[in-house]
């Protein structure tokens, strides 16, 4: 499945090198695309060396979401924590995040926390989408400040979703769209209910 997204941007990435007759922007669209493709590229190598090692444990963290609840990494000891990294602007983010949304509402174990965490966009950007969007934002979520959480965490790429368990270690991190088809990530679901 992620084969075929890779396939499916690299054939958005040729056409954006072929394209001879592109206005400035564009080309700086495809460059940036093609930076992105190559994050992509090394992100999920990274994912298949962090599945298969051993857990490890989590940064210390502290966060505040926008209705003001605070959380650590010692607050949330106990209790398995799904943490979702995204941003406004990112299209997969806006796929994923509503899907994300009905699960926590229709088949989330009792003991997982969910929070959000949205990075590389403003405060602003951020607030307007989660107040426009109040469906799919029913779990807490956090504004990563100049992006401090996310660089704690190893986090570049939106979304990017990542499994504390209740000792506080980090034992699932998934990139990009489709987290319900990770197969560690169903087999620590498994291991919740």
């Known amino acids: 499945m992620l084969h075929n997204q890779m396939r499916g941007e ?3 990435i040729r056409g954006c090198q072929s394209g001879a007759h ?3 922007r564009d080309k700086g669209v495809c460059k940036m695309a093609l930076r992105l493709m190559v ?4 992100l999920v190598h990274l994912a298949s060396a962090v599945d298969a090692a051993p857990p ?15 959380y650590s990494k010692a ?3 106990g209790q398995p924590t799904l943490l979702a990294f995204w941003a406004p602007w990112c299209h997969f983010c806006q796929l994923e995040l509503p899907v994300l949304a009905k699960f926590y509402q229709e088949n989330k174990p009792q003991q997982l926390r969910i929070v959000s965490i949205a990075f590389a966009d403003t405060r602003a950007n951020v607030e307007a989408y989660v107040t426009a969007n109040p469906e799919t934002f029913i779990f ?10 996310a660089q704690k965490f190893g986090v570049s790429a939106t979304p990017t979703f990542v499994v504390m368990n ?5 034992i699932v991190a998934h990139f990009g769209a489709r987290l319900n ?3 560690q990530y169903q087999a620590f679901l498994k291991s919740v209910r």
């Open 166 to 170: 209740e000792h506080g270690e980090l």
């Open 56 to 70: 490890v444990d989590a940064p210390e963290f502290e966060m505040v979401t926008l209705d003001g609840q605070r």
């Open 140 to 149: 807490p979520t956090v504004y990563d400040t100049e992006d401090r959480l």
């Open 75 to 77: 607050s949330l000891l």
């Open 22 to 24: 592109q206005k400035t």
């Open 181 to 183: 088809q990770n197969p």
């Open 10 to 12: 690299t054939v958005f």
């Open 39 to 42: 994050i992509l590229v090394s």
